[in-house]
């Protein structure tokens, strides 16, 4: 048996928060995502097993067995590769909570091997060892939510929570629309476009197999690490991870060769044409990270989340199908189901996997109000207006484009926010010192008119924020015949926190 990295790891900087299983979800016996769920490989069963069992293993781990299951996990990622197979042979219990896979995930991405084999699993391929040559225990009689719970989520069919979407709460599809018709009409409104993608080369030519066989040994960015494509769809084609790795690229076109535009010789694709101009594009070379290649297995995706920088952005489906289901934000709105919110609004978490936010909480979402969701089938394009909650789902395995921009009636938005959050801005490259001054000189030699336009939409953003600060002030003072009031309303959008 090989083992690599026996060093140990440094401590994880990032403590993960811990993952519980809602105890309010019952699944019937007779419906589907409980009917298709196998057995756990080491037979592993759910905490509440425990009150009806005459044997726990848990009891023969000593000392830890007082510890709850998620803390002894976290206690776990202090250890490296040997002294994690050393304690997996004290006993069953701890030989089962040794192989959870985010223990060796984190171990791999910490240091991955420079050439290694995907063996369907972080832990077999860690250890250069098939899954087949793997000794099992049984460890039946062990009972933990935070073992079983990645294992359910990763089997439940996720089906019935993409299907039969109410028709208040569909988004919008139309063909296409014309640059005017986004300007006066769209630009804040979540929509699919059925017509455009279907124009593009990259449409006609795009496959898993055909990227593979151009691009097979070109290394893009998946998440935390750098893969060959062809090590990557090994992956994505072999693995049951509950969160599964996607790949997320924003240097593709200059790693492909792509040449990007409407009016480029042998162009791959160009921007949809009714988003209009992007303000970004003022930048340059010094604008920040605006498109990215997406390559993704079926129920990967992304939780829930805001476009950076105050960006709208726009999600095209090469192949594959993507659910979405978004929600609009304001001072006034709560964040969406099972989301929670910083205090400085600067980070938006759901301490959840998709597949245990789909059980959890999209019952209730689907019955929020403001709630929309849609299908982007192969073809299509979605456009994520600046602010929007949104979490993507993958029902197929996937490639697809976007790209983030900035249109002019969101220009004040933007300029607010890198100005007023400089710790919240990304993507741009650490050379840009000042982005909202760099926007501002770039845009006053370029569209000063439009300049002046969003930095007045600026300041009547200001002025509106202090006269509300002064009318709650003053309905304080004035005791019960001030007022006082916390309701802003929920149409008012100078207040939207985009994060």
Request: glycine share 6%; charged share 25%; aromatic share 10%.
């Given at each position: 048996?090989?083992?690599?990295?026996?060093?140990?790891?440094?401590?994880?900087?990032?403590?993960?928060?811990?993952?519980?299983?809602?105890?309010?979800?019952?699944?019937?016996?007779?419906?589907?995502?409980?009917?298709?769920?196998?057995?756990?490989?080491?037979?592993?069963?759910?905490?509440?097993?425990?009150?009806?069992?005459?044997?726990?293993?848990?009891?023969?781990?000593?000392?830890?067995?007082?510890?709850?299951?998620?803390?002894?996990?976290?206690?776990?990622?202090?250890?490296?590769?040997?002294?994690?197979?050393?304690?997996?042979?004290?006993?069953?219990?701890?030989?089962?909570?040794?192989?959870?896979?985010?223990?060796?995930?984190?171990?791999?991405?910490?240091?991955?091997?420079?050439?290694?084999?995907?063996?369907?699993?972080?832990?077999?391929?860690?250890?250069?060892?098939?899954?087949?040559?793997?000794?099992?225990?049984?460890?039946?009689?062990?009972?933990?939510?935070?073992?079983?719970?990645?294992?359910?989520?990763?089997?439940?069919?996720?089906?019935?929570?993409?299907?039969?979407?109410?028709?208040?709460?569909?988004?919008?599809?139309?063909?296409?629309?014309?640059?005017?018709?986004?300007?006066?009409?769209?630009?804040?409104?979540?929509?699919?476009?059925?017509?455009?993608?279907?124009?593009?080369?990259?449409?006609?030519?795009?496959?898993?197999?055909?990227?593979?066989?151009?691009?097979?040994?070109?290394?893009?960015?998946?998440?935390?690490?750098?893969?060959?494509?062809?090590?990557?769809?090994?992956?994505?084609?072999?693995?049951?991870?509950?969160?599964?790795?996607?790949?997320?690229?924003?240097?593709?076109?200059?790693?492909?060769?792509?040449?990007?535009?409407?009016?480029?010789?042998?162009?791959?694709?160009?921007?949809?044409?009714?988003?209009?101009?992007?303000?970004?594009?003022?930048?340059?070379?010094?604008?920040?990270?605006?498109?990215?290649?997406?390559?993704?297995?079926?129920?990967?995706?992304?939780?829930?989340?805001?476009?950076?920088?105050?960006?709208?952005?726009?999600?095209?489906?090469?192949?594959?199908?993507?659910?979405?289901?978004?929600?609009?934000?304001?001072?006034?709105?709560?964040?969406?189901?099972?989301?929670?919110?910083?205090?400085?609004?600067?980070?938006?978490?759901?301490?959840?996997?998709?597949?245990?936010?789909?059980?959890?909480?999209?019952?209730?979402?689907?019955?929020?109000?403001?709630?929309?969701?849609?299908?982007?089938?192969?073809?299509?394009?979605?456009?994520?207006?600046?602010?929007?909650?949104?979490?993507?789902?993958?029902?197929?395995?996937s490639i697809a484009l976007t790209q983030n921009f900035v249109p002019r009636s969101r220009l004040g938005?933007?300029?607010?926010?890198?100005?007023?959050?400089?710790?919240?801005?990304?993507?741009?490259?650490?050379?840009?010192?000042?982005?909202?001054?760099?926007?501002?000189?770039?845009?006053?030699?370029?569209?000063?008119?439009?300049?002046?336009?969003?930095?007045?939409?600026?300041?009547?953003?200001?002025?509106?924020?202090?006269?509300?600060?002064?009318?709650?002030?003053?309905?304080?003072?004035?005791?019960?015949?001030?007022?006082?009031?916390?309701?802003?309303?929920?149409?008012?959008?100078?207040?939207?926190?985009?994060?």
């Amino acid at each position: 048996m090989a083992i690599h990295n026996y060093t140990r790891q440094d401590r994880i900087d990032t403590v993960r928060p811990a993952k519980k299983l809602k105890t309010t979800v019952a699944q019937d016996e007779d419906s589907e995502p409980t009917a298709a769920i196998p057995s756990h490989p080491l037979g592993i069963k759910p905490a509440g097993n425990a009150f009806v069992a005459t044997k726990n293993l848990k009891h023969a781990a000593g000392f830890l067995s007082k510890l709850p299951d998620e803390l002894i996990i976290q206690l776990l990622e202090y250890l490296d590769a040997s002294e994690l197979l050393t304690l997996s042979g004290t006993c069953k219990a701890l030989y089962a909570f040794t192989r959870a896979e985010e223990l060796w995930k984190a171990l791999f991405i910490g240091s991955p091997p420079a050439n290694f084999t995907w063996y369907g699993t972080w832990r077999s391929t860690y250890l250069a060892q098939p899954c087949a040559e793997e000794s099992t225990v049984s460890c039946i009689n062990l009972f933990s939510d935070a073992l079983h719970r990645p294992f359910f989520c990763a089997h439940t069919s996720l089906s019935s929570y993409t299907t039969e979407i109410p028709s208040v709460n569909a988004i919008p599809r139309l063909p296409d629309l014309t640059a005017e018709e986004f300007s006066e009409s769209w630009t804040d409104k979540p929509f699919i476009l059925t017509s455009p993608v279907r124009e593009w080369p990259v449409y006609q030519q795009w496959s898993t197999e055909a990227l593979l066989t151009q691009y097979g040994d070109t290394c893009f960015r998946a998440e935390a690490v750098d893969w060959p494509l062809k090590t990557y769809v090994e992956y994505m084609n072999n693995s049951r991870d509950e969160s599964p790795l996607y790949l997320f690229d924003c240097a593709f076109a200059e790693k492909m060769s792509l040449k990007v535009g409407k009016h480029e010789e042998h162009a791959a694709y160009w921007e949809p044409q009714c988003f209009g101009e992007d303000l970004f594009a003022v930048l340059g070379d010094q604008r920040p990270d605006s498109r990215w290649l997406i390559v993704r297995p079926e129920r990967s995706g992304s939780t829930f989340h805001k476009d950076p920088n105050a960006t709208s952005a726009w999600n095209a489906v090469i192949r594959g199908a993507k659910y979405w289901i978004m929600f609009p934000s304001s001072s006034s709105l709560p964040p969406p189901p099972g989301v929670f919110v910083s205090e400085d609004q600067s980070e938006v978490t759901s301490p959840l996997s998709i597949a245990e936010w789909l059980l959890g909480f999209h019952a209730e979402a689907r019955a929020t109000p403001g709630c929309l969701e849609g299908i982007c089938e192969e073809g299509e394009v979605l456009h994520v207006p600046s602010g929007y909650y949104h979490l993507v789902l993958n029902t197929k395995p996937s490639i697809a484009l976007t790209q983030n921009f900035v249109p002019r009636s969101r220009l004040g938005a933007v300029l607010e926010f890198l100005r007023d959050r400089p710790g919240q801005v990304s993507g741009f490259k650490e050379d840009v010192v000042d982005p909202y001054r760099l926007l501002v000189d770039r845009l006053g030699d370029v569209h000063p008119d439009l300049l002046q336009e969003g930095l007045d939409e600026l300041e009547r953003k200001v002025q509106g924020k202090k006269a509300r600060w002064e009318d709650l002030v003053k309905g304080s003072e004035g005791g019960a015949e001030g007022r006082f009031s916390f309701g802003f309303g929920v149409e008012d959008d100078e207040d939207a926190d985009i994060p």
